[in-house]
């Protein structure tokens, strides 16, 4: 039988997949995340929220290593960022010792709140951008 986890993960994702991240990709303002899909080599766009601090964006993904852009990345972990409507170019570092709670505190609350309410495994991401 199923844990509460993994179906809040299921409902979750599914909703995304199919609903929000199709709406947000669409909205100019929206940070956005491309990663390279582990098995197709196509590019995989993923809404996120996080903040620019110097040269470093940081987010938190609200299923860890669950999240397929997670998987994207342990694979390949060049990235690309949009940011106010302009892309970056970066490297990604998943960081598990990080206090992602603490973290999400620092970043925008909006999709702080949206995180720590859907999340169950919490995972911190920054990625280091180019030049």
Do not use: C
Not at 104 to 120: D, K, M
């Amino acid at each position: 039988m199923p844990s509460k986890r993994d179906i809040q993960h299921r409902v979750v994702t599914t909703l995304q997949r199919r609903v929000v991240n199709p709406l947000q990709r669409k909205l100019p303002a929206q940070q956005l995340l491309e990663t390279v899909g582990r098995v197709s080599g196509q590019p995989r766009v993923t809404p996120i929220g996080g903040r620019k601090v110097g040269n470093e964006f940081w987010l938190v993904s609200e299923f860890g290593d669950r999240s397929q852009y997670i998987r994207n990345i342990k694979a390949n972990n060049r990235v690309r960022v949009r940011l106010h409507g302009r892309w970056y170019t970066g490297t990604a570092h998943l960081l598990p010792e990080d206090d992602a709670r603490a973290r999400l505190r620092e970043l925008p609350r909006g999709n702080s709140a949206v995180v720590q309410l859907v999340g169950t495994d919490l995972l911190t991401v920054r990625v280091d951008l180019d030049g």
